[in-house]
Nanobody, 121 residues
Framework: QVQLAESGGGLVQAGGSLRLSCAAS????????MGWYRQAPGKQRELVAT???????TYADSVKGRFTISRDNAKNTLALQMNSLTPEDTAVYYC???????????????WGKGTQVTVSS
C-alpha cells in the first residue's frame, strides 16, 4: 500500500535553512490535505503547516513567515522550506497525507516515519 518517506533533516545552526521533502510510494489518489507535524522529546506532536488540494495553506503561529509548505499534485510530493531556524524548531518532523474517498467524512491518514531536525545555538 501507500508509504510516506521524509528526507532533508539534519543539523543546522540557528538562522540557517533546511528543506524537507516527503514522497509517497505506491499508487495514491484523492489526497485532500498534506501537512507537516513535529514532535520534540517529551512534548506532544504539533501541527506545523498544511496545504489542501486547491493550494490553500495554513501555518502554526510559531513558524509563520519563516516556513513555506508546498505540494506537487502531479507527483504527490510535499516539501517544507524552513528558514531562520531557531533551537525551538528542533524536533522530529513528520509528513501526513489525508486521503479522501466517496462518502468518507474525515479521510484516512498516512504518516511518514519522521526526519530529525536539530538546530544548534
Amino acid at each position: 500500500q501507500v508509504q510516506l518517506a521524509e528526507s532533508g533533516g539534519g543539523l543546522v545552526q540557528a538562522g540557517g535553512s533546511l528543506r524537507l521533502s516527503c514522497a509517497a510510494s505506491g499508487r495514491i489518489i484523492n489526497i485532500r490535505t498534506m501537512g507537516w507535524y513535529r514532535q520534540a522529546p517529551g512534548k506532544q506532536r504539533e501541527l506545523v503547516a498544511t496545504v489542501i488540494s486547491g493550494g490553500s495553506t495554513t501555518y502554526a503561529d510559531s513558524v509563520k513567515g519563516r516556513f513555506t509548505i508546498s505540494r506537487d499534485n502531479a507527483k504527490n510530493t510535499l516539501a517544507l522550506q524552513m528558514n531562520s531556524l531557531t533551537p525551538e524548531d528542533t524536533a522530529v518532523y513528520y509528513c501526513n497525507f489525508v486521503v479522501m474517498a466517496p462518502g468518507n467524512y474525515y479521510g484516512v491518514n498516512y504518516w511518514g516515519k519522521g526526519t530529525q531536525v536539530t538546530v544548534s545555538s
